[in-house]
């Protein structure tokens, strides 16, 4: 699969050209600042119109980081952890304060349904290898996703930690 072609910008040092682009890419999700830069710069737009650009969008509040970060945890609240989804909005430029901000608004019900479900799914796709390494593969997978390896242990503990002999189902 060949990389997806981005468009580059026809007038790189045009703010107005960058805002159009901008305004475009806020339609299709919402940003952050630093990502929609990053987007923008990609496009062939200068760093100075990419940052005139940014600041006119969130002047008008076309750009608004907080809801942008809430958006984000809404969407993967329901597949991955607390810890997975901290690390993608620090990966998409977003500051530590809407980070934490955002991740404290993450429902502990929706965050345990969605272990429950992966770990219900992975259990099963491991179903025909030996106990022990079952549980490693299980671990490994749930706390890729970012679950708590303290939830993670619970979990395996609580559903299929006696299984085999001499393993307490912790994560370490």
Do not use: C, N
Request: glycine share 10%; no cysteine.
């Amino acid at each position: 699969m060949s990389p997806r072609r981005v468009p580059r910008a026809k007038e790189p040092d045009s703010a107005d050209a960058a805002y159009a682009r901008g305004l475009r890419l806020l339609a299709i999700r919402s940003r952050g600042r630093e990502e929609l830069r990053r987007d923008l710069a990609r496009r062939g737009f200068s760093a100075e119109a990419a940052g005139r650009a940014v600041e006119r969008l969130v002047e008008q509040g076309w750009l608004r980081e907080q809801e942008a970060a809430r958006a984000l945890v809404r969407a993967r609240g329901g597949r991955y952890g607390r810890l997975r989804i901290a690390r993608e909005l620090e990966a998409r430029g977003f500051g530590e304060e809407e980070t934490s901000r955002a991740i404290g608004e993450v429902d502990a019900g929706v965050e345990s349904a969605a272990l429950t479900r992966a770990y219900r799914r992975l259990w099963k796709s491991a179903a025909k290898l030996p106990p022990p390494e079952r549980r490693r593969r299980v671990r490994r997978a749930l706390v890729a996703r970012g679950f708590a390896p303290e939830a993670i242990s619970a979990m395996i503990r609580g559903s299929h930690g006696r299984d085999v002999e001499g393993d307490s189902g912790e994560v370490s």
